[in-house]
C-alpha cells in the first residue's frame, strides 16, 4: 500500500478531508467536540467526542454521504492566523481545543482553517476547495482514549482515506479487501491456532493446538539449524532480579518497556524483557579459554514487554513472547566470520521459507542522544565501523538509520515487506562490547592474558509469535504440508461399506508419522470435501469402491480439482518426501 503520510499531495488531501469528516460530523451531531485529525500512513482518522451517541456502521453511510454533499457545495478553504487570546475565545466552549492551545509554546503560530459554516484549529496545510475531495471513503471506526491515557475519557475514532483518482481509490478498497482476508487474527480463530481472552489480559496470546503444532515445526526447523552450526541450547528463568537488570543497565535504559517489579521476600523481581543477562552469566558460570571461542548460546525464551493496550494485535505484537535468541561470545578476530554465518543462516531460513522481498537495515545511535545509549564513543565507533566492514565484506546491500540501535551497540535489521501492511522487523543481529564488560566476562587468549568477549545477539526468525503471524498472513493460512497441523483428511464415500477401509489407511498413516484425521460424519460427500477446501487442508483422501477393492489411495491437493490416484505405499512416500524436504508447494 501507498504510505500517503509521505506522499505530500495525498496527505494534503487526506489532511483537508479529515477536516470535511469533521464537517458532516457536525452537521449529523451538533454536539460533537473534536480532539485531533493527524494524516497517517493509511489515510487519516478523527477523535471525536460525540456525548451519548454511538457509532455504527450505519452511522459512517450517513457521514460518507453528508461529505458528498459538503464536497459538491464546493466551499473555499480559508486560513487564518490568531492570536493565543483570539484562539481561546474562538473555542472557549471546547476543552479540547483549549487543553491543545494551552499546551502550545509562546513562539507557535496558531491558525484556523475554515469551510462554510465549519471551522477548526490546524496548522494545515489544506486544499484550496472542498471540491477537490471526491474519491474518499469511511473505512472503519473504533474507541480512542483522550491523549491516549487509559485514565481519560473514551473518544471514538474515525478512520478514512482520500484519493485523486478513483481508480487509485478501487484499488486501495481492493487491498483493503485483501488485507481483511490475510488478516492473522481472522485464521487464527478460523483455524483454531490461538486465541486471547480477556481474563489473560491483552497482549497475552493462548496457542491452540493447532497453533502449537505449527510453533513447534518452526522450533525444530531452527533448533536442527542451529545444532549443525554449533549452538547449545539453554533454559533460563523468566524472570530476574532488579539488580540483574541493574548490572546491564536495561533498568536505566529499558524499564519504560518492562512490567513493573514485583517483591518476594526481600528479593526485588522483574518479568524479563530480554535473554542477554541470564545468557551472561551461563557464559561466566566456567573459565574459558580462547580454544573455546565462539561459543553459541541458543534458548527459545519467554520474554515480557510491556505494550500500550492499543497497540497489541494477535501474534503480531504481543506483550508475552518466545524468542528465537542466541548470544554468540567470540574473540574480537572472530567478530567478521559469525557476522557472516548469522546473515548466512538469515538468508538460508529466507530462502526455505520463500521470503523474497526484504532489506538490510543498519541501526546506529544517535551520538546527541545521552540519555538513550550508553555513553562511551570509542565503544560506538568502534563497533559501527566493524558492522559496516562486514557488510561491505558480504556485498550486502543496506541502509543506516540513525536513533534505532540498542543501548548497547548497533545492530543490524531485517525488515521484510509482507503480503499486506508496512515492513516487519524479523531478524536481527546486535554488536555488543558493553555487557561483557558489565558482568566482567572474560576469557584466557593464547598468551595467557586475561581478555573481554564480544557478543553478538541474533534471533532469526525474531519471535516465533510475529514470525507465525507473518506466515499465517503470506499463506492465508494455507500452510505447506510439513507445517500444516493436520495435513492429511480421510473422507469414507460411505460409512457403512468404505468406513473399515478408511479407518485401515488412517491407522496406516498414523503409523508413518503423519498427521491424519478421518470425517466419518453422517454427512453428504459434497459437504465434507467442502469442509476440508474451508480448513484449508493440504491433502484430501477419498476412499469409495475402487479403493477399497485395489488398496489405493484417491486424493485431491488443496487448491486443485484433480483427482489423483496411487498405491498406499506411493502415497506414503511421496507424502514422506515431501515433508521431509520442507517442499513448499
Given at each position: 500500500?501507498?504510505?500517503?503520510k509521505e506522499n505530500e499531495k495525498l496527505s494534503m488531501m487526506n489532511h483537508s478531508c479529515a477536516h470535511l469528516m469533521a464537517q458532516a460530523v457536525k452537521h449529523l451531531y451538533p454536539q460533537a467536540k473534536f480532539w485531533v485529525g493527524p494524516?497517517?500512513?493509511?489515510?487519516?482518522?478523527?477523535?471525536?467526542?460525540?456525548?451519548?451517541?454511538?457509532?455504527?456502521?450505519?452511522?459512517?453511510?450517513?457521514?460518507?454521504?453528508?461529505?458528498?454533499?459538503?464536497?459538491?457545495?464546493?466551499?473555499?478553504?480559508?486560513?487564518?492566523?490568531?492570536?493565543?487570546?483570539?484562539?481561546?475565545?474562538?473555542?472557549?466552549?471546547?476543552?479540547?481545543?483549549?487543553?491543545?492551545?494551552?499546551?502550545?509554546?509562546?513562539?507557535?503560530?496558531?491558525?484556523?482553517?475554515?469551510?462554510?459554516?465549519?471551522?477548526?484549529?490546524?496548522?494545515?496545510?489544506?486544499?484550496?476547495?472542498?471540491?477537490?475531495?471526491?474519491?474518499?471513503?469511511?473505512?472503519?471506526?473504533?474507541?480512542?482514549?483522550?491523549?491516549?491515557?487509559?485514565?481519560?475519557?473514551?473518544?471514538?475514532?474515525?478512520?478514512?482515506?482520500?484519493?485523486?483518482?478513483?481508480?487509485?481509490?478501487?484499488?486501495?478498497?481492493?487491498?483493503?479487501?485483501?488485507?481483511?482476508?490475510?488478516?492473522?487474527?481472522?485464521?487464527?480463530?478460523?483455524?483454531?491456532?490461538?486465541?486471547?481472552?480477556?481474563?489473560?489480559?491483552?497482549?497475552?496470546?493462548?496457542?491452540?493446538?493447532?497453533?502449537?503444532?505449527?510453533?513447534?515445526?518452526?522450533?525444530?526447523?531452527?533448533?536442527?539449524?542451529?545444532?549443525?552450526?554449533?549452538?547449545?541450547?539453554?533454559?533460563?528463568?523468566?524472570?530476574?532480579?532488579?539488580?540483574?537488570?541493574?548490572?546491564?543497565?536495561?533498568?536505566?535504559?529499558?524499564?519504560?518497556?518492562?512490567?513493573?517489579?514485583?517483591?518476594?521476600?526481600?528479593?526485588?523481581?522483574?518479568?524479563?524483557?530480554?535473554?542477554?543477562?541470564?545468557?551472561?552469566?551461563?557464559?561466566?558460570?566456567?573459565?574459558?579459554?580462547?580454544?573455546?571461542?565462539?561459543?553459541?548460546?541458543?534458548?527459545?525464551?519467554?520474554?515480557?514487554?510491556?505494550?500500550?493496550?492499543?497497540?497489541?494485535?494477535?501474534?503480531?505484537?504481543?506483550?508475552?513472547?518466545?524468542?528465537?535468541?542466541?548470544?554468540?561470545?567470540?574473540?574480537?578476530?572472530?567478530?567478521?566470520?559469525?557476522?557472516?554465518?548469522?546473515?548466512?543462516?538469515?538468508?538460508?531460513?529466507?530462502?526455505?521459507?520463500?521470503?523474497?522481498?526484504?532489506?538490510?537495515?543498519?541501526?546506529?545511535?544517535?551520538?546527541?542522544?545521552?540519555?538513550?545509549?550508553?555513553?562511551?564513543?570509542?565503544?560506538?565507533?568502534?563497533?559501527?565501523?566493524?558492522?559496516?566492514?562486514?557488510?561491505?565484506?558480504?556485498?550486502?546491500?543496506?541502509?543506516?538509520?540513525?536513533?534505532?540501535?540498542?543501548?548497547?551497540?548497533?545492530?543490524?535489521?531485517?525488515?521484510?515487506?509482507?503480503?499486506?501492511?508496512?515492513?516487519?522487523?524479523?531478524?536481527?543481529?546486535?554488536?555488543?562490547?558493553?555487557?561483557?564488560?558489565?558482568?566482567?566476562?572474560?576469557?584466557?587468549?593464547?598468551?595467557?592474558?586475561?581478555?573481554?568477549?564480544?557478543?553478538?545477539?541474533?534471533?532469526?526468525?525474531?519471535?516465533?509469535?510475529?514470525?507465525?503471524?507473518?506466515?499465517?498472513?503470506?499463506?492465508?493460512?494455507?500452510?505447506?504440508?510439513?507445517?500444516?497441523?493436520?495435513?492429511?483428511?480421510?473422507?469414507p464415500v460411505n460409512n457403512e461399506y468404505h468406513l473399515e477401509y478408511a479407518n485401515e489407511i488412517y491407522n496406516l498413516l498414523k503409523e508413518n508419522g503423519i498427521r491424519v484425521e478421518l470425517d466419518s460424519r453422517e454427512e453428504k460427500l459434497?459437504?465434507?470435501?467442502?469442509?476440508?477446501?474451508?480448513?484449508?487442508?493440504?491433502?484430501t483422501l477419498i476412499l469409495g469402491d475402487k479403493e477399497k477393492d485395489n488398496k489405493t489411495i484417491s486424493y485431491r491437493v488443496y487448491g486443485k480439482e484433480e483427482t489423483i490416484t496411487l498405491k498406499q505405499e506411493e502415497f506414503i512416500n511421496?507424502?514422506?518426501?515431501?515433508?521431509?524436504?520442507?517442499?513448499?508447494?
Open positions: 500500500m501507498i504510505n500517503i494524516v497517517i500512513e493509511e489515510g487519516f482518522y478523527y477523535d471525536i467526542d460525540l456525548g451519548d451517541v454511538t457509532l455504527t456502521l450505519e452511522d459512517l453511510e450517513k457521514i460518507e454521504k453528508e461529505m458528498k454533499k459538503l464536497s459538491k457545495d464546493g466551499k473555499r478553504i480559508i486560513r487564518r492566523e490568531l492570536s493565543r487570546d483570539e484562539a481561546l475565545e474562538m473555542f472557549k466552549d471546547d476543552e479540547y481545543k483549549i487543553d491543545l492551545i494551552n499546551h502550545m509554546d509562546d513562539d507557535t503560530v496558531i491558525s484556523c482553517y475554515t469551510q462554510g459554516d465549519f471551522t477548526d484549529l490546524c496548522r494545515g496545510p489544506h486544499v484550496e476547495t472542498v471540491k477537490e475531495l471526491k474519491y474518499f471513503k469511511l473505512i472503519k471506526f473504533s474507541g480512542a482514549y483522550w491523549k491516549g491515557d487509559a485514565k481519560n475519557k473514551m473518544l471514538q475514532r474515525i478512520y478514512g482515506v482520500c484519493f485523486d483518482t478513483e481508480e487509485d481509490l478501487n484499488n486501495y478498497i481492493q487491498e483493503i479487501e485483501e488485507a481483511k482476508q490475510r488478516d492473522h487474527r481472522k485464521i487464527g480463530k478460523d483455524q483454531e491456532l490461538f486465541m486471547t481472552h480477556e481474563l489473560v489480559g491483552a497482549g497475552m496470546p493462548l496457542w491452540l493446538p493447532n497453533g502449537a503444532l505449527i510453533r513447534k515445526q518452526l522450533e525444530n526447523y531452527i533448533y536442527e539449524k542451529e545444532q549443525q552450526m554449533g549452538y547449545q541450547h539453554v533454559y533460563t528463568p523468566c524472570v530476574g532480579t532488579v539488580n540483574l537488570y541493574k548490572t546491564s543497565g536495561h533498568w536505566d535504559h529499558y524499564q519504560e518497556n518492562m512490567f513493573p517489579m514485583m517483591k518476594v521476600d526481600d528479593e526485588e523481581f522483574v518479568l524479563r524483557p530480554m535473554n542477554c543477562p541470564h545468557h551472561m552469566l551461563v557464559y561466566k558460570n566456567k573459565l574459558h579459554s580462547y580454544r573455546d571461542l565462539p561459543i553459541r548460546i541458543g534458548e527459545f525464551a519467554t520474554d515480557f514487554r510491556y505494550e500500550a493496550s492499543g497497540a497489541v494485535k494477535g501474534l503480531e505484537r504481543v506483550r508475552c513472547m518466545c524468542q528465537n535468541d542466541a548470544h554468540l561470545f567470540v574473540m574480537p578476530e572472530q567478530i567478521g566470520e559469525e557476522f557472516k554465518k548469522v546473515v548466512s543462516l538469515i538468508l538460508d531460513t529466507y530462502k526455505d521459507f520463500g521470503i523474497k522481498d526484504y532489506k538490510f537495515r543498519l541501526s546506529l545511535r544517535d551520538p546527541l542522544d545521552k540519555e538513550k545509549y550508553f555513553d562511551d564513543d570509542e565503544m560506538w565507533n568502534a563497533a559501527e565501523a566493524k558492522l559496516r566492514e562486514v557488510l561491505d565484506d558480504l556485498g550486502v546491500e543496506y541502509f543506516e538509520a540513525i536513533g534505532e540501535a540498542a543501548f548497547y551497540g548497533p545492530k543490524l535489521d531485517v525488515e521484510v515487506k509482507p503480503a499486506v501492511g508496512p515492513e516487519v522487523t524479523l531478524s536481527t543481529c546486535q554488536l555488543d562490547f558493553l555487557l561483557p564488560r558489565r558482568f566482567d566476562l572474560s576469557y584466557i587468549d593464547s598468551k595467557g592474558e586475561k581478555k573481554t568477549p564480544v557478543v553478538l545477539h541474533r534471533a532469526i526468525f525474531g519471535t516465533f509469535d510475529r514470525f507465525t503471524a507473518f506466515l499465517i498472513e503470506e499463506t492465508k493460512g494455507v500452510f505447506p504440508t510439513w507445517l500444516a497441523p493436520v495435513q492429511v483428511n480421510i473422507i459434497g459437504y465434507r470435501m467442502r469442509d476440508s477446501v474451508m480448513r484449508k487442508i493440504p491433502y511421496k507424502l514422506q518426501e515431501e515433508i521431509k524436504n520442507r517442499t513448499r508447494v
